[in-house]
């Protein structure tokens, strides 16, 4: 059954379950990335010959390894097989061979994919919660295919170990402290950075023209290349907007005061500027996306119309996305990011249980923070790169002093609108407001309304 906008927010409209992710136990996937790694030691001529480079791409799987372990990927086999469809079907379609392709998905609110090697990407749960459709997802992962097809990644190991950039740098960074450094040898140091980064900036283009022929192969639709830059270049900007962005948070009780947007000091906000040797913006491996576009458009002139349906499974998976990218800001302990990604699914999903109680859970949080000299840990002071309302967002959680926090958060899951009295997590988590808050005799009710639907004492419940 071909799943529309409609369905997807029926399916979504009550609550969401976060995806489970990989662990140690993981054994099938741990045992194909070793697999991995002796497929590209085996294609990968230098690594075969220069033990370095051997051991350099023996550490980049051990690392990647050790993050399953540590619970950084998500475990869920309809959306791995998406992806894993997506690019392969994209290779297919090229004739690039039947070789083994693995997308892993980390469960990170940052919007990025990457090539980490022969045949392995590796994609964000906040880029799959921003792209608006199969056909931007598919070029981002076409480029990624063009980067593994045209060797990228071991060109690029095999440049870093002939430089030896991190002793170099390391060794230039001792001589500036120490004022030891001359002039000739900054200049040198500088040529050296540029030179890398427009090696990688050029390779970026050539992943874009190759990435293309691949998307287009596959019968996508060109000008959906196009649309997937516009998705790269609008970041800092919500992918919903709404009138009132913080709507959610105003109850006829407790109104939302505009003081708490109040711009904070610029020092935490001013753009970069050059550093002591280069110019920031000339360290960006990625070309401008206006160029990329540019750089695109005779391209798409020239390619066939689409030929492709969009994969039945593509709305609900891209939806769930945005849900698992406000629970993976939750869990990077990136609270700022989190609520932002809240307030915008809010209004589209009113009455689901997970957005009510995930939001209520950040401003108790919050609260207790505030208590302690852990705040900027759960939220970043400096907000360089931060948009408009992702910096209004951040603003607030420093405007709001500990009581305002706990009001906000009371008023929240204590509204008729939000509170599920089928939901253990919502009582629990009123039940806690009361305390912080000091309503004791909202609390005893909590308490005992728990105990007449539930049959068990509301302190006994675990909050996960």
């Avoid at 370095?52 to 869920?76: E, G, M, W, Y």
């Avoid at 045949?119 to 070029?139: C, D, K, M, N, P």
């Avoid at 639709?221 to 009132?244: C, I, M, N, R, W």
């Avoid at 509170?419 to 005893?444: A, I, M, S």
Wanted: one cysteine or more.
């Amino acid at each position: 059954m071909l799943i529309t906008t409609g369905n997807v927010c029926a399916q979504l409209q009550d609550n969401y379950v976060p995806y489970t992710l990989h662990t140690e136990h993981s054994r099938d996937l741990i045992r194909q990335l070793e697999d991995q790694l002796d497929e590209e030691i085996n294609n990968f001529q230098e690594a075969q010959e220069r033990p370095l480079i051997r051991r350099l791409c023996v550490k980049r799987i051990q690392f990647l390894i050790k993050q399953v372990k540590a619970r950084a990927f998500i475990k869920n086999d309809t959306l791995e097989s998406y992806l894993h469809d997506i690019i392969n079907q994209m290779a297919t379609a090229s004739n690039l061979g039947t070789r083994n392709r693995i997308v892993l998905i980390l469960n990170s609110p940052q919007t990025n994919a990457f090539c980490y090697g022969r045949g392995l990407f590796v994609v964000t749960a906040g880029l799959l919660g921003r792209v608006r459709s199969e056909e931007s997802l598919a070029f981002i992962l076409s480029h990624e295919l063009a980067h593994d097809e045209l060797r990228h990644v071991q060109e690029k190991i095999v440049r870093s170990t002939e430089m030896n950039l991190a002793r170099k740098t390391e060794a230039q960074a001792r001589k500036i402290l120490t004022g030891e450094v001359t002039l000739e040898e900054i200049e040198e140091f500088r040529k050296l950075i540029y030179n890398i980064n427009e090696y990688d900036r050029g390779r970026e283009i050539q992943a874009d023209s190759l990435g293309f022929q691949y998307y287009t192969h596959a019968g996508y639709a060109p000008q959906g290349a196009v649309k997937a830059l516009f998705t790269l270049d609008s970041l800092k900007y919500p992918k919903h907007t709404t009138e009132d962005f913080f709507r959610p948070l105003n109850f006829s009780k407790y109104p939302f005061q505009e003081f708490w947007l109040k711009k904070r000091l610029s020092v935490y906000s001013a753009p970069h500027g050059s550093t002591f040797m280069f110019v920031s913006d000339s360290l960006s491996t990625h070309p401008d996306l206006a160029i990329r576009r540019s750089r695109l458009q005779p391209y798409i002139k020239e390619a066939a119309g689409p030929t492709r349906a969009t994969d039945p499974r593509s709305s609900l998976l891209l939806a769930r996305a945005e849900f698992q990218a406000a629970e993976s800001a939750y869990y990077s302990s990136q609270y700022d990011v989190c609520l932002f990604q809240l307030l915008q699914l809010l209004p589209r999903y009113p009455k689901n249980r997970f957005l009510i109680a995930r939001t209520t859970q950040v401003f108790l949080d919050m609260y207790d923070a505030r208590g302690t000299d852990m705040f900027d840990y759960f939220v970043s002071r400096y907000t360089r790169g931060y948009g408009e309302r992702l910096q209004q967002v951040n603003n607030m959680l420093y405007n709001i002093t500990q009581e305002e926090t706990g009001e906000i958060g009371y008023h929240f899951i204590n509204n008729q609108s939000n509170f599920n009295p089928t939901d253990e997590r919502h009582y629990y988590l009123l039940w806690q407001l009361c305390g912080v808050t000091g309503r004791q005799n909202v609390k005893e009710k909590i308490e005992t309304a728990y105990r007449t639907r539930f049959n068990k004492k509301i302190s006994a419940y675990i909050y996960r």
